[in-house]
């Protein structure tokens, strides 16, 4: 019964490993710069915004989008906690 639950979170924690390592392959060639490139502006942003409020490293979403008047670079952070005194 234990074995079964480390299996499935093992399985689980491979699995949305393997699904943002797609997802930077996906980026990295809509923009046609390196996966390094993308993996170094994200820990700049992770840094950045870690100065300000808790983010959720695991939620982060980078992605490419295609519209009006060109093309975007969507990056969302889960916030979990901003703290009562500071900027924000």
């Known amino acids: 019964m234990v074995w079964s639950v480390f299996q499935r979170i093992r ?11 797609l997802q930077v392959v996906l980026v990295t060639d809509k923009v046609d710069c ?9 820990d700049d942003m992770i840094r950045v915004i870690s100065k300000y409020m808790t983010i959720d490293r695991e939620g982060i979403e980078i992605r490419v989008v295609n519209g009006r008047p060109g093309t975007a670079l969507y990056a969302a952070f889960p916030i979990l906690e901003i703290p009562s005194k500071g900027i924000c």
Do not use: C, D, V, W
């Open 11 to 21: 399985r689980n924690h491979s699995g949305s490993l393997a699904k943002k390592r």
């Open 34 to 42: 390196s996966p390094e490139l993308i993996e170094r502006m994200k």
